[in-house]
C-alpha cells in the first residue's frame, strides 16, 4: 500500500523573478506579459493561505490511484496574472504523467483572482511558475537519497530500509545506470537526466519501487581572480 505525506506535498516554493531593465513605455507595458518583474503575483494571504487552499482542494491520492512508483515528484505549472488578478493560459512545464499535472492545473483554475505582479511602480500583467510537489511512498518501504534527487556521473548514496526484510534478503535494480552495494546501504551511478526508477526485492519477490529525479551534478561557484 502507498501513500501519500500531505506535509511535503503542501510545500510551496514561490519561483521568484528580478527586474531586468526599464520599461518607459506605457502603451507596451499596457499590453505586454512580463517574465521579469520586481515584485512576482501572488496567491492571496501568502504562503499560508495557499496551504490552506491546498489543503481543502487538492487531491493528493491522484498519482497513487494511477499507479505512480514511490518517489518525489515536483510539478511546475506556468500561467499568466492580468493586473486585474485574472488567471489566464495555464499550463504544465513538467510531464511525470499519472494525473499529478492535470490535478495541478485543476487547483490552479479553481483560485479566485491572485494579486498582479508590480513592475516600476505599477501593477502589470505577468507570468507566474507554481510548483507543487507530491511525495509517494511505499507502506513499509523507505528509499532514501539526499535532496530526493540522483546527480549524474557521481556517486549518490542510497539507504533502503524494508519492514520484515532482513538487510541481506534485499535485492535492488535500477532502471538506468547501475547500483551496488549490500546491507541496505548501496551506491548509485546515472548517466541520464530525466529519472531513474530503483526496484526493491525481497530475494526474487518485487516489494516496491522508488523514483528520483536525475539531474546535472551543480557546479560550485567559483569567485574571480
Known amino acids: 500500500m502507498k501513500y501519500i505525506s500531505p506535509i511535503i ?43 490552506n487552499f491546498l489543503e481543502r482542494n487538492l487531491k493528493p491520492g491522484v498519482p497513487v490511484e494511477n499507479g505512480a512508483p514511490a518517489g518525489v515528484y515536483t510539478v511546475l505549472v506556468q500561467f499568466i496574472v492580468d493586473k486585474d488578478g485574472t488567471v489566464t493560459d495555464i499550463k504544465a512545464l513538467t510531464n511525470w504523467g499519472y494525473g499529478m499535472e492535470s490535478e495541478v492545473i485543476r487547483i490552479i483554475k479553481k483560485t479566485d483572482k491572485w494579486t498582479p505582479a508590480w513592475q516600476n511602480g505599477r501593477t502589470v500583467k505577468a507570468y507566474r511558475k507554481q510548483p507543487v510537489s507530491f511525495v509517494i511512498q511505499e507502506d513499509g518501504l523507505e528509499v532514501k537519497v539526499k535532496n530526493d534527487v540522483l546527480y549524474i556521473r557521481t556517486d549518490n548514496l542510497v539507504t533502503i530500509n524494508a519492514d520484515k526484510v532482513k538487510d541481506e534478503n534485499l535485492h535492488v535494480a535500477i532502471s538506468q545506470g547501475t547500483i551496488s552495494g549490500n546491507g541496505g546501504s548501496y551506491i548509485v551511478h546515472v548517466n541520464t537526466t530525466g529519472r531513474a526508477i530503483i526496484d526493491v526485492y525481497n530475494k526474487r519477490k518485487k516489494i516496491g519501487s522508488a523514483s528520483f529525479e536525475v539531474k546535472l551534478l551543480p557546479q560550485p561557484n567559483r569567485s574571480k581572480q
Open 9 to 51: 506535498i503542501l510545500f510551496l516554493c514561490a519561483v521568484s523573478f528580478k527586474a531586468n531593465g526599464q520599461q518607459n513605455d506605457s502603451t507596451d507595458t499596457e499590453y505586454k506579459v512580463f517574465e521579469k518583474v520586481d515584485i512576482e503575483a501572488g496567491f492571496p494571504g501568502g504562503e499560508r493561505a495557499w496551504r
